[in-house]
């Protein structure tokens, strides 16, 4: 017999956290599977560890995570750290390994909280040892204090201006920023600032982290048109376009970013349906106000299921969880409205301001379809832009077809880095939308899973 | 090479990587300890032997592959460093050893 729970959550960021404490405060029993080793997501990773002074040279944002991660420790919800899920099933069994063995578990409602990853960059050289994301630079701060003297950091959008600005708090001489924002951009983007008064707050802080960096001298270089990673057997240079100029910065340390997107291969896995999102260039699982899937019974809350950030996240966690209890019978519909009017009002302007961001930061179309035939876009199998225009010419038509022709996306990472790519590749190959294109299909196992722990399974279960 | 920011660490945990001893700050994931000694080649790849090193530091790339006391292809930036844990990078594709105690793609 499997275990059973009314509500399980995967994920403990600030979606998933936010969604166990509104549940497990209405009684319902809750199980939150997360992999990382302590709650907090990406955005407050690692924040239980820092000292009680805190991190000053993180910024306030990240301090004030603080309240919630306590909330969470004290709510009734059974947490589950370092937990990888790796299969769901639509009658809502949670297959997942912890502690090395393979544990099962069965739910009444399941909120996927699984968050974004950085979107894949693919450039000239991006698999050399020393290139890293901008996150993961990020993520080593947080995680172990640990800095690289003289990176070159490029891209586009708010997270590449927070590390950066991260760094020089952190008393790291950083060589440049290359800034891609495409000029046309700011333009576009535009008609979408909200009007009068009601400048968001994150983007006044914004321009004060972007003035503060060029305030303590960083090479600031904008309009920077192409990229490329130079090294044979690690990063040595980093090289940058402006117009129809090369010019090039020894560095062994290259961090890119152009924005994040939604960890879709849980949702996609499941059988949700999932639309095309051309504004933010990712693939969104459909949802209603409450976060409820095409599927009975699954929701998704939080950065997962489209980019909103943190705060967004919060509030879609709490409203899928009230949703949830409603379903369970705890809630009536009245009860729950009643207590999401301000959440659902707050997420509706929060959505408002976002649209500036998204169109201010689309990525260049260059760094979401490499042109050049040599570029490297399934990093697992090593398949190139060219192999990919190659098998569309041959007349492959989407991006499971092209795993027969290719092996692109059958690696170990099963599609993260170059599932986008491939699709946006081919719709273009073929003259369509990526609607039309659609998605890789991905398969459990998600995570990888040894023999020997399935097979100890089945001994177990009898 | 990345650097501490913190100067003198209170706990430390000793690792053996390839073989060499090394004192690394304890609680930190295998990916931030190899990083901190300056490894930057954590494998090569099966596909076409080339290079590689941690990418996205958060479970999603797989190019932090390594051994890790005789598993092969475990995440470095998914597990935490332990004391006298023995990591080797990895070459190759890994063997299948059928009594549980895979070495190294290149043995």
């Avoid at chain 1, 998933?16 to 199980?31: C, D």
């Avoid at chain 1, 719709?427 to 659609?438: E, F, L, M, N």
């Avoid at chain 1, 722990?453 to 009898?462: F, I, M, Q, W």
């Avoid at chain 2, 590689?52 to 958060?58: L, N, T």
Wanted: proline letters at 5%.
């Amino acid at each position: 017999m499997a275990e059973t729970c009314q509500l399980a959550i995967i994920g403990a960021g600030p979606a998933g956290m936010a969604a166990a404490i509104e549940a497990a405060g209405l009684g319902l029993s809750v199980v939150v599977l997360d992999e990382q080793a302590a709650p907090g997501g990406q955005i407050y990773r690692s924040l239980e560890k820092q000292p009680p002074a805190g991190r000053p040279d993180l910024g306030e944002d990240y301090d004030q995570g603080r309240p919630l991660l306590e909330a969470f420790r004290e709510s009734a919800a059974d947490y589950r750290p370092q937990s990888q899920v790796w299969e769901v099933t639509q009658q809502r069994d949670i297959h997942f390994q912890a502690d090395g063995a393979v544990q099962h578990l069965r739910a009444e409602h399941i909120i996927i909280a699984g968050g974004a990853q950085e979107r894949p960059v693919p450039i000239p050289g991006w698999t050399l040892p020393g290139v890293m994301t901008a996150g993961a630079a990020q993520i080593l701060l947080k995680t172990a204090s640990l800095g690289a003297r003289h990176a070159v950091f490029a891209g586009s959008g708010p997270l590449l201006y927070l590390v950066v600005w991260q760094y020089v708090q952190a008393g790291l001489p950083v060589a440049a920023v290359l800034e891609t924002t495409p000029l046309a951009n700011y333009r576009r983007a535009a008609p979408s600032l909200p009007g009068g008064l009601s400048v968001p707050s994150y983007l006044i802080k914004g321009l004060r982290l972007i003035a503060d960096l060029k305030r303590a001298g960083v090479s600031w270089i904008s309009g920077v048109e192409d990229l490329r990673a130079d090294g044979e057997k690690a990063l040595e240079a980093v090289s940058y376009r402006k117009g129809s100029r090369w010019r090039q910065i020894e560095t062994g340390h290259l961090f890119l970013h152009q924005g994040v997107v939604p960890d879709t291969n849980l949702t996609v896995s499941l059988g949700c349906r999932h639309t095309w999102n051309a504004v933010q260039a990712c693939w969104h699982v459909e949802r209603d106000i409450w976060g409820g899937t095409s599927l009975d019974g699954i929701s998704v809350a939080g950065d997962g299921g489209g980019i909103g950030g943190a705060m967004a996240a919060r509030l879609q966690g709490r409203l899928a969880a009230l949703s949830a209890a409603q379903r369970l019978g705890v809630l009536s519909a009245e009860e729950r409205d009643r207590r999401s009017r301000k959440s659902l009002r707050i997420l509706t302007r929060e959505g408002r301001t976002r649209k500036f961001l998204d169109i201010l930061y689309h990525p260049r179309d260059r760094f979401r379809r490499p042109p050049d035939d040599q570029t490297v876009v399934c990093r697992c199998e090593e398949i190139t832009a060219g192999e990919v225009r190659a098998a569309a010419a041959l007349g492959c038509q989407g991006p499971n077809q092209l795993k027969a022709f290719t092996r692109a996306g059958m690696g170990p990472c099963q599609g993260r880095q170059c599932g986008l790519t491939v699709s946006e590749i081919l719709a273009q190959a073929h003259g369509t939308g990526v609607a039309d294109i659609g998605h890789l299909r991905t398969r459990p196992p998600l995570k990888p899973v040894t023999l020997g722990a399935l097979a100890a399974c089945k001994k177990s279960r009898g | 090479m990345f650097t501490d920011l913190i100067a003198d660490r209170e706990k430390t945990v000793t690792i053996r990587i390839d073989g060499n001893a090394h004192t690394v700050t304890a609680g930190i994931t295998v990916a931030a300890a190899l990083l901190s000694v300056g490894v930057r080649r954590f494998r090569e790849t099966p596909a076409g032997n080339s290079p590689r090193g941690p990418f996205c530091m958060m479970g999603v790339c797989f190019d932090c592959l390594c051994v890790i006391d005789g598993q092969p292809n475990r995440q470095a930036c998914m597990t935490t460093v332990r004391q006298d844990m023995a990591i080797d990078t990895q070459s190759g594709a890994a063997d299948l050893d059928p009594f549980g105690h895979s070495g190294r793609g290149d043995a």
